[in-house]
């Protein structure tokens, strides 16, 4: 026991000196990192709400759309503010009982939308948006601060009647720390103070608004621990954008929610005292209470259960995975005088009663101010389709919402104004004809129909994003395995991993063409002999399946227009098995990739122009998985992911490699770590590493995000020693198959060039397989989503 106590101990001091390493230390990274999010240019998500009538039977829902997001921006995880606080965050807007809370009728008008918004370099970040009549307010009427750091709201397009005046929260400068040991860098725990490593790039998710602070979640201090998430919930005063942590050093929280008095706070907070192993569809987080204003007091209060929403300061509302295997909806009480009585265990304090009946999923709630109705999001077994529904407690009985307004199309993550009068939620924006969607106006103010203008709304190809060093540039794109040219004019990728082929286009973003049209997966680009890029011919995640390394020509002229026919060349001989991940050598004369040819996944090196006639050496041997090859561009080394330390477990650790065959060394050799590491490649001048992995475990609980294959995935860079660990995305989103581009490529130079933007991915299939298959269930299987307005 001692013995693994100390090396736990020494484990979490190595790494807690990488990840503090002092800010003189970090390198000055430069060029252009471009990778894939899953299917993420194509959610195209924005915000809709609708009116949430006295009676809910026999009711007709119509939806209003409240945000208006353009090309890769996604706006979602809504919250309506109270009125109390529009003086806070925008100063000198007339408020609603000024002009009389009945004027026209308007449910919307004097609102206040806080929402999550990708708009500004696609970082994800807290935004307002105030909902104003056009007959009663004009432009310039006020200034639209959050708070002191003089943010003024910009005045976006109308909806209907309304214009909207949209403002980000502005936090105050933090102080910059770095820690020059692991004990500076603190492991105790409790308020801000104690591990405080701020980062120039950190996502924000989640707010709520309560005494003059916002709430929300957010990665700006790294994690104590390798494969820990870096979410944690955070408050910000809209006085003067003083922020303050409220999660404990150590400990991970996701979906906060505020008690309507602003008294308390409930998070589901994972691991616990258990480490996370991986789990990607259920993080078994506990529901935790805690003072808002300060982080105190924290007590569990219900084990096992997810996305709390509070009703009122003794009522809330929760999701769980039920015995039966279906996603449900609970409600607990507390019980105050209990819970800072003489009693201390969680069923002292708090009734917990399942609300929602099996057969039907159930998760994210959002709870009604009288807690006699919660909306949820739903997944039936008859239906291809995530919807909003009511829940009403005093029926028990559902009265389904969205599937009234959009059938075939997927909702998220319910959410309710604190009058119980507005119900909203998100969706996909998208629609091939869809280009300026006019509202038609019913009585009530909020939308009757929408009407599609000709057009096409369309998503670039190259998404660029907040990078955390000036002299590198990040960049996102819609495909799946980008890579570079040797001179990053030219970028390859593959639309879908293993059912479509190879393209290729310019660093700009124009010109996508096709060069290979059978099915690939994996694209790298020949260092010496231009315009040939190599690829895995075949299905991606069938190990059994024949692959095959194939050299395709003349990818630049095709993108260039030039009269060259589509020629290709199968380097690897049939009957080989599975082969796959290509890199060349830096003089262009041979390929390193990996092939099952021996029974176990191992690395081998070919002529890189005659292919396996020309020559082949086996590189590695042995009774496990080499896979993901990259050849540095100085010749010297060879990265790739292995799980030769535990073959079979999942688990791939980066491993460096001459390409003779000798010096075979753990990148990161000082501690032993589960884990995923993959897709490793080197920057330009070959001293850093690029990957992607899941050392930042979930940034939020998976239910609430459309289907990933593994969402905890994120971008990483480090030295070829391990020496040097820093994250580049802070993204919710499985991020992956990243490439390094000796090219700095500013935003400015990328073209609007892109494809439309259908809707075209899939809710999460995981919810749909144990509990049918148990109870011998018709499954209706997961389609891509129809994005319209269908009646």
Known sequence: MAGGSSRWVAT?????LLFCACASAKPSLEGT???????????AFDIYCVQVPS????????ETRLTYGEGQNVNYNGFFARDLDQDLIFKGAPRQQERGSSSYGDPLAGKILAYVSEQQEGRPQVYFNLYSSKEEVGVGRFDGVVNATDRSSQKNPSISRHEIHTAALQLANPNQKTCANAGDCGTDGGGDEDFVVHQPVFFQDRPSIAQDRVFYVSSQEQSQELRQSWAATYSTSLINGSTMRLTPGGVVDFSPSVSPSGEWMLVASSYGKRSWEGDAHELYTDLYIFNASDGSSRTLLVSGGGWPSWADDSTFFFHRKAED?????????????VLFGRYTQANDVVTVKRVTPPGVHCFTPAASAAANWVAIATRRPESSYRHVEIFDLQTNSFFQVTNQTAPTTHHY????SHDSALLGYHKCRGSLNEVDPRIQEDATGLSGSIQEIGGSLRVPHLDSLISPSSGLSILRTGGEFPSFSPDGSYIAYISKAGETGVRAMRSDGSGSTEVYPNSSFGTVWDRVREGVIYTSS???????????????????????????????????????????FPSPSPDGKYLVFRSSRSGSKNLYIMDAVQGEEGGLWHLTQGKWTDTMCSWSPDGEWIVFSSDRENPGSGNFSLYLIHPNGTGLRKVFSDVHVDGRANHASFSPDSKYLLFTTDYAGFSSEPIGLPFQYQ??????VSSLDGTYLERITHLQYENGTPSWGVRHIDSTELTKEGEDVQCAYDDVDWLLEDVFVQLQMPLSLPTQARCGYAG
């Open 12 to 16: 979490l001091l190595c790494w807690a």
């Open 33 to 43: 990192i471009i990778f894939s999010t899953y299917r993420r240019l194509r959610f």
């Open 55 to 62: 009676s809910f039977a026999n009711s007709n829902f119509s």
């Open 325 to 337: 295997g279906w996603w449900s909806i609970y409600k607990g009480v507390v019980a105050w005088d």
């Open 413 to 416: 993550n319910p959410f309710v």
């Open 538 to 580: 075949g299905p991606i995640f069938h190990s059994r399946a024949s692959v095959h390394i194939v050299a395709m020509y003349n990818a630049h002229k095709l993108v260039n227009g030039e009269n060259v026919s589509l020629t290709s060349k199968v380097l690897t001989k049939q009957g080989t098995r599975n082969n796959a």
């Open 711 to 716: 969402g905890y995935g994120d971008i990483f």
